[in-house]
T-cell receptor, first 112, second 114 residues
C-alpha cells in the first residue's frame, strides 16, 4: 500500500465550480498534514496545513480525519489560476524530522 | 531574504559521468531534505541532513548516490556513473532547527542523461 494515495484525476471543471480532492495515508504515526500545489515543471508550494479541527483559507477548506486516516481539500468558486496539480503531503514520522511523503497528485484544470 | 537556492537549474550528463547538485538552504535553516521527482511521478523523499550529519537516508538508492551537508557551504547531492533512469527533477527543501516542517522548496535541478 502506498504511503499517501490520492484521487487519480484529472479534474476538469468550469470556472466557479466547487471541486473536492481526497487523500488517504497509511502511517498512523504521522503528525503533520499539508496540501501543496505544483504548477507544471515548478517546485511544490505550500497551499495550506491541515488541522484536526478542519481549517479554511479563503476559498480553500481542508479536513482531517485521523481515525480513518483521510484528508480532503475543497475549493470553492474555482478560478482559472487554480489550474495545477494538488499534492497531498504527510510527514514521515518521528525519526525523520519533518521529511515528507507526497501523494502522486491530482491534476485540476479550470476552464472558462 | 533569499529562499532555498539550487544550482544548476538544468544539468545534462552522458551515461557514466558524475552529477553534482547543490542546495543552499534559507538563512537560519540548518536542516536540508532532498526529493526526487521522476517524470509523471510524485516527489519521493531521498535524504534528510543536518550540518555535518546524515539523519535519514532511507530514500537513497543503495549505490551511486551520496549526499553531504558540510559545516560550510551548500548541501551536495552526488550521483556517480549516471544512467538514463536518473533523469528527473531533484528538489531540495530546508527548515529551521525547530518549529514547522519544511515549507520552502528550491526551484529544483532538472537532470537529463543522454
Amino acid at each position: 500500500r502506498k504511503e499517501v494515495e490520492q484521487d487519480p484525476g484529472p479534474f476538469n471543471v468550469p470556472e466557479g465550480a466547487t471541486v473536492a480532492f481526497n487523500c488517504t495515508y497509511s502511517n498512523s504515526a504521522s503528525q503533520s498534514f499539508f496540501w501543496y500545489r505544483q504548477d507544471c515543471r515548478k517546485e511544490p508550494k505550500l497551499l495550506m496545513s491541515v488541522y484536526s479541527s478542519g481549517n479554511e483559507d479563503g476559498r480553500f477548506t481542508a479536513q482531517l480525519n485521523r481515525a480513518s486516516q483521510y484528508i480532503s481539500l475543497l475549493i470553492r468558486d474555482s478560478k482559472l489560476s487554480d489550474s495545477a496539480t494538488y499534492l497531498c503531503v504527510v510527514n514521515k514520522g518521528s525519526n525523520s524530522g519533518y521529511a515528507l511523503n507526497f501523494g502522486k497528485g491530482t491534476s485540476l484544470l479550470v476552464t472558462p | 531574504n533569499a529562499g532555498v537556492m539550487q544550482n544548476p537549474r538544468h544539468l545534462v550528463r552522458r551515461r557514466g559521468q558524475e552529477a553534482r547538485l547543490r542546495c543552499s538552504p534559507m538563512k537560519g535553516h540548518s536542516h536540508v531534505y532532498w526529493y526526487r521527482q521522476l517524470p509523471e511521478e510524485g516527489l519521493k523523499f531521498m535524504v534528510y541532513l543536518q550540518k555535518e550529519n546524515i539523519i535519514d537516508e532511507s530514500g537513497m538508492p543503495k549505490e551511486r548516490f551520496s549526499a553531504e551537508f558540510p559545516k560550510e557551504g551548500p548541501s551536495i547531492l552526488r550521483i556517480q556513473q549516471v544512467v538514463r533512469g536518473d533523469s528527473a527533477a531533484y528538489f531540495c527543501a530546508s527548515s529551521p532547527p525547530t518549529g514547522n516542517p519544511p515549507q520552502h522548496f528550491g526551484d529544483g535541478t532538472r537532470l537529463s542523461i543522454l
